[in-house]
C-alpha cells in the first residue's frame, strides 16, 4: 500500500438514468453522471434530495428500480454488495465494539481468507496512512469520535479498493476536528488514487474536498462542475442559495449586447451582469452576485459612471459580526436587500444601522439566472 496507487487506473463509475421508487414517489428520478477512475466526487444537497439513496444503490444496499451502474464499464446492478469489491464508511462509523482496532482492520482481509502475513503487513500500512499505529490494542470504547472514524477509513481501504463508498461520515464531529479529517481523506485519497463518491449535505466540506460536486435536489442532478465553477456560476437561484451565500436580485431584463444583459428592478435600478444566450429581453430574471464580490463604503458625494462597474445606495439595516467576517445587510430598494461579507480587519466601517452605504461589485461578477 505504501507509495502504490490502490486503484491502479481502475475505478470509473457510470450511472444511467438509475431510478428508485418508494410506492409512487421518485426518490432518485433517473440520474446519470460520470466519475472518472481516482476522482473525488461529491453528491451534495439537502436532506431528502436522493443522494443517499443514489451511494446506495452504487454499492448495492438498495435496488435500482431502473437504469445501470457501470464500473468499469460492467453493469454491476445485479452483482450483490459484498462481491462489488468496495471499500465503505458509515457516519456511525460501524466499528465492531468487541474487535480491537487491529482485528476490525483486519475484518475485510481475513474474510478474503488473505494470508496471516499479508494481514499483519497490509493492516500495519493501514494504520500508519491514518496515524493509529499507537492504537492497534485498543478497543472502540477507548476511543475518541475521530480515531473511531480513522478506524472506519482504514478498513475500508486496507484490501486496496479502487472505490470508496462514503455516507456522511464525519457528520458527528465537531467542527475543528472535522475539517482535520476533511484534509487527511483528501489526502489519503490523492495518495492511493482511488475513486472516491462522496454524500455530504456540508457545502464547506463539498467545496474543500471534490474534485467535482453533484447537487442534487428533488431526486435529480441539477449541476455537475468543479467547486469554484458552480459556486461562480450556479445554474439556478436554488443551486445560488444552496451553496453559500447568494444575493438575488429580481427584476426584467431590458436589453442583452454581447452576452451582457441589463436587469432593471422595480425602482428603476439599471444592473449589468453576465448572460448566455437563452436571455431575451422583457423576461423576468435574478441578478446574482456572491457577498464577498460586492464592495461597501459610507456614501459620499456622486458616482462615476462606469458600464463595467454597478452601483447601489441604500440603507444599511443590518450589522453581523462573524468572527473573521463582519457581513453588513443594505436595502437599497423597497424589498431588496444585498448582503456584503467584509474581513474583519479594522473594527468596522459602519457605527449604527440606517446610515447610508454605497455598493458595487463588477458586472463580471455577476450572472443573470431565470430559474
Known amino acids: ?32 453522471t460520470t466519475i472518472a477512475p481516482g476522482e473525488f466526487f461529491s453528491l451534495l444537497g439537502p436532506s431528502g434530495s436522493g443522494k443517499t439513496t443514489t451511494l446506495m444503490m452504487i454499492a448495492g444496499f ?60 497490509r493492516v500495519q500500512q493501514a494504520l500508519e496512512l491514518v496515524r493509529l499505529e499507537r492504537f492497534a490494542d485498543r478497543f472502540s470504547r477507548q476511543l475518541s469520535g475521530g480515531q473511531q472514524q480513522r ?7 486496507v484490501f486496496q479498493p479502487s472505490v470508496v463508498l462514503m455516507d456522511e461520515p464525519l457528520g458527528a464531529l465537531d467542527k475543528n476536528l472535522r475539517y482535520q479529517m476533511q484534509v487527511e481523506i483528501k489526502e489519503i485519497q490523492q495518495r ?39 459556486y461562480e ?13 447568494a444575493n438575488l436580485i429580481e427584476g426584467t431584463i431590458e436589453e442583452v449586447r454581447e452576452d451582457v444583459a441589463v436587469l432593471c428592478t422595480a425602482g428603476g435600478l439599471q444592473l449589468r451582469a453576465r448572460a448566455d444566450g437563452n436571455v431575451q429581453p422583457g423576461a423576468r430574471a435574478h441578478l446574482f452576485v456572491r457577498p464577498e464580490r460586492v464592495t461597501i463604503v459610507r456614501a459620499r458625494g456622486g458616482i462615476a459612471a462606469d458600464p463595467a462597474i454597478n452601483h447601489a445606495t441604500g440603507r444599511l439595516a443590518q450589522t453581523s459580526f462573524l468572527g473573521n467576517i463582519l ?43 431565470q430559474r
Open 1 to 32: 500500500m505504501k507509495g502504490v496507487a490502490s486503484g491502479q487506473g481502475k475505478g470509473a463509475i457510470e450511472l444511467r438514468q438509475i431510478t428508485k421508487r418508494y410506492g409512487k414517489e421518485r426518490v432518485v428520478d433517473a440520474v446519470s
Open 62 to 121: 438498495a435496488d435500482v428500480d431502473e437504469g445501470q451502474v457501470l464500473v468499469d464499464g460492467t453493469d454491476i446492478v445485479d452483482v450483490p454488495p459484498q462481491r462489488r469489491g468496495f471499500g465503505m464508511v458509515f457516519q456511525n462509523y460501524a466499528i465492531f465494539p468487541h474487535l480491537n482496532v487491529f482485528d476490525n482492520v483486519a475484518f475485510p482481509l481475513r474474510a478474503r481468507k488473505l494470508p496471516n502475513d499479508q494481514i499483519q503487513e
Open 151 to 157: 478506524v472506519a477509513i482504514a478498513r475500508a481501504i
Open 192 to 230: 492511493l488514487g482511488m475513486t472516491v463518491v462522496y454524500v455530504t449535505h456540508d457545502q464547506e466540506e463539498a467545496m474543500n474536498m471534490s474534485d467535482r460536486i453533484a447537487i442534487m435536489n428533488n431526486g435529480r442532478i441539477e449541476q455537475v462542475g468543479r467547486p469554484t465553477d458552480i
Open 233 to 245: 456560476n450556479p445554474a439556478s437561484n436554488f443551486i445560488a442559495r444552496f451553496l453559500g451565500e
Open 327 to 369: 457581513r453588513h445587510v443594505v436595502e437599497i430598494e423597497p424589498g431588496i436587500r444585498v448582503t456584503v461579507d467584509v474581513q474583519n480587519a479594522s473594527g468596522g466601517l459602519f457605527r449604527a444601522v440606517d446610515e447610508t452605504a454605497l455598493l458595487s461589485w463588477r458586472a463580471a461578477d455577476s450572472v443573470i439566472l
